[in-house]
């Protein structure tokens, strides 16, 4: 069974990549955060887990670090109805902050779920009934990254704003979360708020 890989990166995808190692090219599934860290020509490393399909045989995916692994093991193992691949569109949402997504589980917090991590309500639901208990166990990498962005009724009338303009609640969060750490918040003017947000949501 492969559980490591180390080599040069032949190719990468939108959500994988191809590794040369001992003059086989392996090709591995990866969270899309983690495909895009990857350089064509480049070495890298990758823990690896190995899926069979009676469909496509052997897949590989792969993971930046063991405890991304662990995760999208822990996704594919504890909740119900649960393959590979939704496992890693699990991991893909979760790895945005894996300490904010961490603590929103063992808060049962949907709203974080769905507001900043962009699950659906249904699949937030799903997802702290399947792992409340099971996330002590998961060492968690890096610090929190969401923070407070501001007074509820700013909040709400900016995410209406926003989402009237076509923008999810997951993308409207993101954006102000963003605004708030380049200092602007409830005090200035809801206009100057939606501008500001447009911007971020644009680049």
């Given at each position: ?121 249904k699949t937030a639901?799903?997802?702290i009934n399947s ?73």
């Open positions: 069974m492969i559980a490591f890989l180390t080599g040069k990166i032949l190719e990468t995808k939108e959500d994988g990549a191809v590794i040369l190692c001992g003059g086989v090219g392996y090709e591995v599934n990866l969270a899309h955060s983690s495909a895009q860290e990857l350089t064509a020509g480049q070495d890298a490393s990758l823990y690896v887990a190995e899926s069979i399909s009676p469909y496509d045989g052997t897949v590989l995916y792969g993971f930046a670090h063991k405890e991304d692994k662990d995760l999208w093991l822990l996704f594919k193992t504890a909740i119900p109805n649960t393959g590979p691949k939704k496992a890693m569109e699990f991991l893909n949402k979760a790895l945005r902050s894996v300490a904010d997504f961490h603590q929103a589980i063992l808060q049962r917090d949907p709203k974080i779920l769905t507001g900043i991590f962009g699950f659906t309500a639901e799903k997802l792992l409340k208990d099971k996330m002590d166990a998961v060492t968690v990498q890096g610090e929190s990254k969401i923070k407070v962005v501001g007074e509820p009724t700013y909040l709400s009338s900016a995410l209406e704003a926003l989402g009237a303009l076509g923008y999810s609640a997951a993308e409207a969060r993101r954006a102000l979360d963003t605004l708030h750490t380049q200092g602007i918040g409830p005090n200035e003017k809801i206009e100057t708020i939606i501008k500001e947000a447009l911007r971020v949501l644009k680049k």
